[in-house]
Nanobody, 122 residues
Framework: QVQLVESGGGLVQAGGSLRLSCAAS????????MGWFRQAPGNEREFVGA????????YYADSVKGRFTISRDNAKNTVYLQMNSLKPEDTAVYYC???????????????WGQGTQVTVSS
């Protein structure tokens, strides 16, 4: 199995940028579709984006399309979420996850990190 550790969260003003990292250990990230999810207080955990095992394809929620970008560095066994033009509604705990399947569905992800807080002030 794989262990995932997110980092890079913090407090940023609206319009700013952050880059989240998800460092994997135990298995190579190339084995998995890697996804990012987020959960705001009182809300369900929602899909943000995912990148295919090959890294060729990426998928995004409509709410972040054009602002967020997922990438992977297989040499570092790390996946990134570059977040630009941040909005207060992006405030949430962000989670990295790994799936054996090519999927965007939360319930089909097998491994999860502990999450990192992102707070966007207006």
């Amino acid at each position: 199995q794989v262990q995932l550790v997110e980092s890079g969260g913090g407090l940023v003003q609206a319009g700013g940028s952050l880059r989240l990292s998800c460092a994997a250990s135990g298995r190579t990230v190339r084995t998995y579709t890697m996804g990012w999810f987020r959960q705001a207080p009182g809300n369900e955990r929602e899909f943000v984006g995912a990148i295919s095992k090959s890294g060729v394809s990426s998928y995004y929620a409509d709410s972040v399309k054009g602002r967020f970008t997922i990438s992977r560095d297989n040499a570092k066994n790390t996946v990134y979420l570059q977040m630009n033009s941040l909005k207060p509604e992006d405030t949430a705990v962000y989670y990295c996850a790994a799936s054996w399947s090519t999927t965007l569905y939360r319930n089909e992800y097998d491994y999860w990190g502990q999450g990192t807080q992102v707070t966007v002030s207006s």
